[in-house]
């Protein structure tokens, strides 16, 4: 570095680990650090628990695995003897007993400074207090000759608690002159605007600059959207790295009378519907590379969540690795035919029909006798779903393909989907997508696609299928609205329930119908069984069911409906003072 530390060049690598491949994490790292030196950089930095993939859960409790992380973190070290860029990198750590999440700067050949985080998340998808000890608050390391903070993701995100500690408060008293932030921060709809504005805050207290670094790429219900930035100290946009992409960028920095200031590129985010489009495609194409799939195998009926599919599954795998399948019976009409061979024509992606009559009436036959005496019902119509979810497994089994199952998040709520059936699958791209939104993102495919998608430009979803009002075709003339309320009315019921978590009351209030309101919370409730035997999906809402909501099965509790008793403080006194003399006692 020239000057004595009066200028400093920082490579960010924004990349996509895998978890539980240390050795793959770790030869990436090598790549970028590469790839850094040749740019000329003093340092590169890497996402938080970058080597061990993020997030890894309890694995990091396996002693082999924290062992084979501590080993590629030293054999890294060891490569920084040869006078290139030192490297920022995360790793888990264990030290006197604990297990930390942590950052190690790798200098000059050795492990120069460790860092653990110390603010650990245990809200929404992240349950880190369950697998990390809580580090100590420490000061700056000095990186060629710069003080520069090391808080981890959470370390920025101050909360109102007893237990949190103000880490950037204390980097900045202590001298630090850069803040670089590491970080694994999934995606979710308004999470660009909400992670500027609390990085902002800090910027502000601290009159430091910051360098946010997420990482990218899909693991399993998570996609990390990276769109990683930097703020100078007067909190201007030094840099805005691109979303739901790769990105190793190379910043220069430079000390003048008032700190640290970098200017470098400034990539588009995005956000919105685009944002969750990108998001499905990233989530289902990580799902499948990263889990060692050739191709991917659906289901297609001629409606919009398998259309809405396709298209999602062409854009991340390419045509050649996505195989369509229609399973006409006798209630499937001519136009869904046509409208699932125009799909497969647009997308270009390989289509078969088969028929599944015989099995059907194979299985009534067989049926018969224990169906005696008794009426035709759901039952029937489940048949037709479970035939086809038995045909995809088999073509599954024998060719290698994954199954992608196609149940939006109104009928994942309501349980309107067939065990063993239609959610038969290894994954689900729209499974936090709501049908409304379905519809939203068929249309907006049409005229967009995110950069790096492999389907064909232009309309790829046949109109016809967006226009047509939607149906299972499990009996004659059936319709979505046979028995649930408009889509518009019913996600905006099912939004409350789920994300909001307000009360029935407050719902009606807000001007919805009392007796369906109660009704779609019963079947919200009823359908927990199912969601839990349902594919893992892509996460794209504040509120996804799965790592977000764990509802227990069994469970009879049920709001009535009906405006909510103020709390009797009298009691809560008396229950409190009970409480202190029975400790005294």
Known sequence: MTDTAARLTISLAQLNPTVGDIAGNAAMARAARAQAAAEGAELVVFPELFISGYPPEDLVLKPAFQTACRAAVEDLARETADGGPAMLIGSPWLDGGKLYNACALLDGGRIAAIRTKVNLPNYGVFDEKRVFSRGPVSGPMTIRGVRVGVPICEDTWLEESEDYENVVECLAETGAEILIVPNGSPYARGKSDLRLSVQVARVTESDLPLVYLNQVGGQDELVFDGASFVLNADRSLAAQLPAFAESITTLHWQKGASGWRCDGPVAPTLDGDEGDYAACVLGLRDYVRKNGFPGVLLGISGGIDSALCAAIAVDALGADKVRGVMLPFRYTAQISLDDADGLASALGFGYEVLPIAAAVNGFEDILAKPFAGLKRDITEENLQARTRGTLLMAISNKTGAMVVTTGNKSEMSVGYATLYGDMNGGFNPIKDIYKTEVFRLSSLRNRWKPDG???????????????????????????????????????????????????????????????????????????????????????????????????PITNRFRDKAEPLAAPDEALLVRANRASSEAFER
């Open 453 to 551: 998608a492999l389907g064909p430009d232009g309309e790829v979803i046949p109109e016809s299928i967006i226009v047509r009002p939607p149906t299972a075709e499990l009996r004659e003339n059936q319709t979505d609205q046979d028995s649930l309320p408009p889509y518009e009315v019913l996600d905006a019921i099912l939004e409350r329930l789920v994300e909001r978590e307000e009360p029935l009351a407050t719902i009606v209030a807000e001007g919805f119908d009392r007796d369906t309101v109660v009704r779609i919370d019963r079947l919200l409730n009823i359908a927990e069984y199912k969601r839990r035997q349902a594919a893992p999906g892509v996460k794209v809402t504040r509120k996804n069911f799965g790592r977000d909501r764990r509802y």
